[in-house]
């Protein structure tokens, strides 16, 4: 017995792990840095991946909406005109999808309805591209009025869930999301902090939801891939131990 507990404890000095007789003792990894292994900093890791693609996804796509006049915003010298747009309106945006694809896997495991329909990333990828498909038509596509257009952008969003989640909760938590964030930007175009042309829906445009519930979809599907990519490292480093 106490030559099997000092076997165990020379196994694991200095962070390494025991890997059989004949092998090099193995140091553990982390899923996004090899050196960092902690969970609280792994998922601080993985909601700045989430942020940068926010980020990024509100450049390209509010640049669609102010090209063709349907977003405007109060003049600003300086980074209006890098980014056409307000400053404020990147950083939102990656916060609100950090939290959005932190959110769903952590509702998936409380529901105890782990998300399994298409996971890989080949999927993610075709549900950014469909997303930002969905707002080139809110932007560039003309419709005969605001009402058919409205129909059309809500078909493709639950298409969208359709074709890349097709869980309740996804739904749920899609819907819920999108008229929070309706209701704010209403509150922000009343303090015209800024404003839509053409507004049919208490200063903005009624196909907003739609595109909400379709960001908040591709958000948690790379939110879900990415909390599965950890998983799967943990089970493998697991398995290996």
């Known amino acids: 017995m106490s030559l099997t507990l000092t076997a165990m404890s020379d196994s694991t000095v200095g962070g390494e792990q025991w890997a059989g007789p004949g092998q090099p003792p193995r140091t553990p990894r982390g899923p996004y840095i090899s050196s960092i292994t902690n969970r609280t900093t792994n998922l601080l890791i993985r909601g700045s991946m989430l942020f940068a693609v926010g980020v990024f996804l509100a450049l390209v796509l509010n640049l669609l909406q102010v090209q063709r006049n349907v977003t405007l915003f109060p003049p600003d010298p300086v980074l209006s005109s890098i980014f056409s747009s307000a400053w404020w309106v990147p950083p939102c945006c990656g916060t ?56 059309t952008l809500a078909a493709l969003s639950i298409g969208l869930w359709w074709t890349f989640d097709r869980s309740r909760s996804g739904f749920g938590l899609g819907v819920t999301i999108a008229l929070l964030a309706t209701l704010a930007t209403q509150l922000l175009v009343y303090h015209g902090l800024f ?14 939801p739609c ?18 990519y950890e998983y799967k490292f943990i089970q493998e480093k697991i398995h290996q131990d």
């Not at 404003?195 to 907003?208: A, C």
């Not at 595109?211 to 599965?228: K, S």
């Open 195 to 208: 404003q839509y042309t053409s507004p049919d829906f208490l200063y903005i445009r009624s196909w907003l």
């Open 211 to 228: 595109i909400f519930f379709a960001g908040v979809i591709t958000m948690g599907n790379i939110g879900r891939q990415l909390a599965l």
């Open 96 to 151: 609100a999808s950090a939290a959005i694809g932190l959110l769903y896997p952590c509702i998936d495991t409380r529901l105890g309805e782990p998300h399994k329909f298409k996971r890989e990333w080949s999927s993610v990828m075709r549900c950014v591209a469909v997303f930002v498909g969905i707002n080139h038509a809110s932007a560039k596509v003309d419709f005969a009025n605001n009402v058919q257009l409205s129909l």
